[in-house]
């Protein structure tokens, strides 16, 4: 993660990474999402659901990776899913925003080091133009010291902004800053997102929600990034090289 990355996510709470799949990857995980939207019996029972099969290698793609490292230390995955969104279709209503010390959100910046707790990664599998229905942001939430006014937690607050992006690339964002869907407007394209959650080894926020038998159908080193919520392994090998909390 580049210094001028870290400003931005410290800075507005979300990042943008332009163009980081190839369009043979795109086509890969569109054509997965087709399967699944339509035929997911074709599919062997660990693929029917994200994020096994193709979608797999997103799990630990190096550029998310590289960023989920600095802003969280060591990870754990959350959840999986996509969204397939024509004009028309929304999604859930701003949530998050303002400091707090829950430790799912409780966003922090120490000495150069970030802490972002649950934290989304959102790959845009189409290309995206600003006000279109890619996901809205209210910069600087995650660390505000007030309480959000009700006309700003609407999605036509002027504070909301968003942003173009072209295919393959990935918005990263702290979900303690406040957000929402908001309705896909392009009759051309439908949005093809993914939206991956991960979360520091000694936090879970969400009810587990990805079946053992997509788990199971990882590749093994994928398989870690499952593992229950713990930090530190006294005295005993770990059995996966994400395990480990190093400070
Ligand atoms: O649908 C969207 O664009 C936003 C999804 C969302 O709110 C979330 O990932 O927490």
């Known amino acids: 993660m580049t210094e001028e ?8 709470g979300y990042l943008l990474i332009p163009e980081v799949l190839n369009s043979s990857e795109i086509e890969a995980l569109k054509a997965q999402i087709e399967t699944i939207r339509t035929d997911p019996e074709s599919l062997p029972p660990h693929e029917r659901r994200f994020p096994g099969g ?16 600095e802003i969280l230390g060591e990870f754990r995955m959350e ?7 024509t004009a028309g279709q929304g999604g859930p209503p701003p949530h998050g925003g303002v400091r707090n010390v829950n430790p799912n959100f409780n966003y922090q910046c120490h000495d150069g080091k970030i802490y972002s707790a649950l934290t989304r990664v959102v790959f845009e599998l189409n290309e995206v133009k600003a006000g279109e229905g890619g996901t809205l942001f209210l910069p600087g939430s ?4 007030f309480r959000i ?8 607050s002027p504070l909301f902004e968003t942003y ?5 690339s990935v918005v990263i964002f702290t979900e303690n800053l406040c957000h929402s869907g908001v309705a896909w407007t392009n009759l ?8 991956n959650c991960y979360n520091f080894v000694g936090c879970q926020f969400h009810k587990p929600s990805v079946p053992l038998h997509i788990i199971e159908g ?19 090998p770990d059995n996966g090289k994400n395990l480990r909390y190093e400070e």
């Open 5 to 12: 990355q870290k400003f931005i996510f410290d800075l507005k």
């Open 54 to 69: 193709t979608a797999s290698f997103l799990i630990d793609h190096p550029v998310v990776t590289d960023v989920l490292r």
């Open 79 to 85: 959840s999986s899913w996509f969204t397939y969104r």
């Open 142 to 145: 995650h660390k505000a010291n």
């Open 149 to 156: 006014p009700e006309v700003h937690r609407q999605t036509d």
């Open 164 to 168: 173009s992006c072209p295919p393959g």
């Open 188 to 195: 051309d394209r439908p949005r093809i997102a993914i939206f």
């Open 218 to 236: 990882l590749p093994h080193e994928k398989q870690a990034y499952f593992r229950d919520v713990w930090v530190w392994n006294q005295g005993g």
